[in-house]
């Protein structure tokens, strides 16, 4: 009875050794890819402790394609990093907040690109893959991605089994993985023409409200009391969005307000850009959302200019 007891933990053992060095081969695959649309390279930088930034961007993607790292460290003259996550609002921005301050040194300030959906929570987990590759024993990423449609508890705790279906993402990640880098310090500009189909489905949805997560917005005021705490300058900016968008999310005022009223609170510069003209020209847009890079650009060295007239950057 002994000896099959020990033999039993011995193949036990030796099955889970070989389960964690495959999961390790996979992860490793991945990790070194640019994964799925950049972010695989921003949660590179961040595990990696390679982000030296004195000034932070956080946000949605209207934050990643949005505002350029490269100008405004040329017009403020501080290392800036762009770590806009795309599909989601400030719930998991929140994740990558608090693992960028686990692995690197925290940063001077953080620009927080708020938008009508940064307090709102969708129920799918959005480019799931981007967290395959580090969410194994990562108490923060199953703490803040299991309330989503996606993956089991199970999950966070065995060795190759989150990769089970995941063959083909595998395959195809693999031969990408030569690739050249999609973003450059969390940033990656768009340069494509005005597309009008997100303006058609708005059009299809006139009463659309964004719903607000009190889950979410009780994280975003946490936030901001421990930026205080951890003496962040913390700056608030609603970027350019175009007029033909502006009327979609019927509570848009509403949300806008609670950003003021937060700021207002808390002695947060808020830039709103909601009035600017850059909002009336679709050359500068490829939807209603999102400015293309050339509009990207504009803004950008508008936004260093107004933060550097702040004079607030520590």
């Given at each position: 009875?002994?000896?099959?007891?020990?033999?039993?933990?011995?193949?036990?053992?030796?099955?889970?050794?070989?389960?964690?060095?495959?999961?390790?081969?996979?992860?490793?695959?991945?990790?070194?890819?640019?994964?799925?649309?950049?972010?695989?390279?921003?949660?590179?930088?961040?595990?990696?402790?390679?982000?030296?930034?004195?000034?932070?961007?956080?946000?949605?993607?209207?934050?990643?394609?949005?505002?350029?790292?490269?100008?405004?460290?040329?017009?403020?003259?501080?290392?800036?990093?762009?770590?806009?996550?795309?599909?989601?609002s400030f719930w998991l921005q929140y994740?990558?907040?608090?693992?960028?301050?686990?692995?690197?040194?925290?940063?001077?300030?953080?620009?927080?690109?708020?938008?009508?959906?940064?307090?709102?929570?969708?129920?799918?987990?959005?480019?799931?893959?981007?967290?395959?590759?580090?969410?194994?024993?990562?108490?923060?990423?199953?703490?803040?991605?299991?309330?989503?449609?996606?993956?089991?508890?199970?999950?966070?705790?065995?060795?190759?089994?989150?990769?089970?279906?995941?063959?083909?993402?595998?395959?195809?990640?693999?031969k990408k993985r030569h690739r050249a880098?999609?973003?450059?310090?969390?940033?990656?500009?768009?340069?494509?023409?005005?597309?009008?189909?997100?303006?058609?489905?708005?059009?299809?949805?006139?009463?659309?409200?964004?719903?607000?997560?009190?889950?979410?917005?009780?994280?975003?005021?946490?936030?901001?009391?421990?930026?205080?705490?951890?003496?962040?300058?913390?700056?608030?900016?609603?970027?350019?969005?175009?007029?033909?968008?502006?009327?979609?999310?019927?509570?848009?005022?509403?949300?806008i307000h609670i950003f003021e009223e937060?700021?207002?609170?808390?002695?947060?510069?808020?830039?709103?850009?909601?009035?600017?003209?850059?909002?009336?020209?679709?050359?500068?847009?490829?939807?209603?959302?999102?400015?293309?890079?050339?509009?990207?650009?504009?803004?950008?060295?508008?936004?260093?200019?107004?933060?550097?007239?702040?004079?607030?950057?520590?």
């Amino acid at each position: 009875m002994k000896k099959f007891i020990f033999r039993s933990l011995v193949l036990g053992g030796v099955l889970f050794l070989l389960l964690c060095i495959a999961d390790f081969g996979i992860s490793n695959v991945l990790r070194n890819s640019n994964g799925p649309r950049g972010e695989g390279q921003v949660w590179n930088d961040i595990y990696q402790g390679n982000v030296n930034a004195d000034l932070a961007i956080y946000g949605s993607s209207r934050a990643w394609v949005q505002i350029s790292p490269s100008i405004l460290k040329d017009t403020l003259d501080v290392n800036v990093y762009n770590f806009g996550l795309n599909g989601h609002s400030f719930w998991l921005q929140y994740l990558r907040h608090i693992e960028y301050l686990k692995y690197n040194e925290k940063p001077s300030t953080i620009v927080l690109s708020v938008d009508v959906f940064s307090l709102a929570k969708r129920k799918d987990l959005y480019l799931y893959e981007q967290f395959l590759p580090n969410m194994l024993w990562n108490n923060n990423i199953k703490h803040y991605t299991q309330s989503f449609l996606g993956f089991e508890t199970i999950d966070y705790f065995v060795p190759l089994l989150r990769y089970k279906g995941e063959f083909d993402f595998i395959k195809k990640t693999y031969k990408k993985r030569h690739r050249a880098p999609l973003r450059h310090l969390g940033y990656k500009g768009i340069d494509e023409k005005w597309d009008s189909l997100l303006e058609k489905k708005r059009a299809e949805n006139k009463n659309y409200k964004s719903a607000i997560d009190m889950g979410t917005m009780e994280l975003f005021y946490k936030f901001i009391e421990e930026c205080n705490k951890k003496d962040i300058h913390l700056i608030f900016v609603y970027a350019p969005e175009h007029i033909t968008g502006q009327n979609f999310v019927q509570n848009r005022d509403e949300i806008i307000h609670i950003f003021e009223e937060a700021a207002t609170q808390n002695n947060i510069p808020f830039l709103n850009y909601s009035n600017d003209t850059i909002n009336l020209n679709r050359a500068h847009f490829y939807n209603a959302s999102h400015l293309n890079t050339k509009g990207a650009e504009l803004f950008s060295s508008q936004l260093a200019h107004d933060l550097k007239q702040l004079g607030q950057l520590k």
